[in-house]
């Protein structure tokens, strides 16, 4: 092979790399933020209206380095982020401060992999596959 044609090999080669370079990049989710929604519960009388609001809180903050902090039933939480094509998945890594391998194994098995949806709205569906509740829908928040 010339040297001429290896030069156009090798340009060719880098555009088609910088194409799929580029293809990957655009699918990929960007749900970097806040997000905050509430579970809907029922609430007993003459429960204290905030220890109700804490308990029915999701807040959510993606970081741009595929990591994330949580805030829900009143516990920290925090870990990695996981993107596929159409949804993220939140593996909890620490809860309320400690790594979830020093956590008891009833602890670890009941904190499982999170999935959250981006809808048409702009709104996120968060889904604990563990828990056996409807999910919750988040809104981007202002910090």
């Known amino acids: 092979m010339k ?4 030069v156009l090999l ?3 080669v880098l555009v088609i790399g910088l194409f799929l370079w580029l293809g990957n990049r655009s699918s990929r ?3 970097t933020g806040q997000w905050v929604g509430f579970r809907k519960m029922d ?3 003459g429960a204290d209206p905030s220890i109700v609001k804490t308990l029915t809180k999701v807040e959510l903050r993606i970081l741009p380095n595929r990591r994330f902090s949580l805030f829900e039933r009143g516990l920290p939480k925090r870990g990695r982020v996981d993107y596929s094509e159409d ?3 939140l593996e909890i890594t620490e809860l309320a401060g400690k790594g979830m391998e020093t956590q008891p194994e009833h602890v670890r ?3 499982g992999p999170i999935e959250v949806i981006p809808q048409k709205d702009g709104s996120l569906l968060y889904r604990d596959p563990k828990l056996m509740e409807p999910p919750v829908f988040l809104r981007r928040s202002k910090v």
Do not use: F, H, S
């Open 10 to 12: 090798a340009i060719g």
């Open 29 to 31: 989710l960007n749900l």
């Open 87 to 89: 949804r993220a998945t």
């Open 3 to 6: 040297r001429g044609e290896m």
């Open 109 to 111: 098995d009941e904190y």
């Open 43 to 45: 609430a007993k009388e």
